[in-house]
């Protein structure tokens, strides 16, 4: 699933064209390098994407084959560490 499509489904960021400029606008990284959001994620990746001054790390679980309900968002994803970009 592409990077774009899978903050959108996941619910991490809420329009896909808003997950799209995050990631043209380089504050979304992959295992530690900047992302494009054509880029296809898998379980197992680590996501940290900027927003503002605050950043948030997550560590994908599974990919989904499609949309999932609101109440399943959170189960695609752990996160790992939130709070103040370090400057």
């Given at each position: 699933?592409?990077?774009?499509?899978?903050?959108?489904?996941?619910?991490?960021?809420?329009?896909?064209?808003?997950?799209?400029?995050?990631?043209?606008g380089?504050?979304?990284?992959?295992?530690?390098?900047?992302?494009?959001?054509?880029?296809i994620?898998?379980?197992?990746d680590?996501?940290?994407?900027?927003?503002?001054?605050?950043?948030?790390?997550?560590?994908?679980?599974?990919v989904?084959?499609?949309?999932?309900?609101?109440?399943?968002?959170?189960?695609l994803?752990?996160?790992?560490?939130?709070?103040?970009?370090?400057?």
């Amino acid at each position: 699933m592409r990077l774009d499509k899978f903050l959108k489904v996941s619910r991490i960021i809420k329009r896909r064209s808003v997950a799209g400029d995050a990631c043209s606008g380089g504050r979304v990284s992959i295992n530690g390098k900047s992302a494009k959001s054509a880029k296809i994620v898998k379980a197992g990746d680590i996501l940290e994407i900027a927003f503002g001054d605050n950043s948030f790390k997550v560590r994908i679980l599974q990919v989904p084959q499609g949309n999932v309900d609101k109440a399943q968002a959170d189960s695609l994803y752990q996160v790992i560490a939130e709070g103040k970009l370090e400057n």
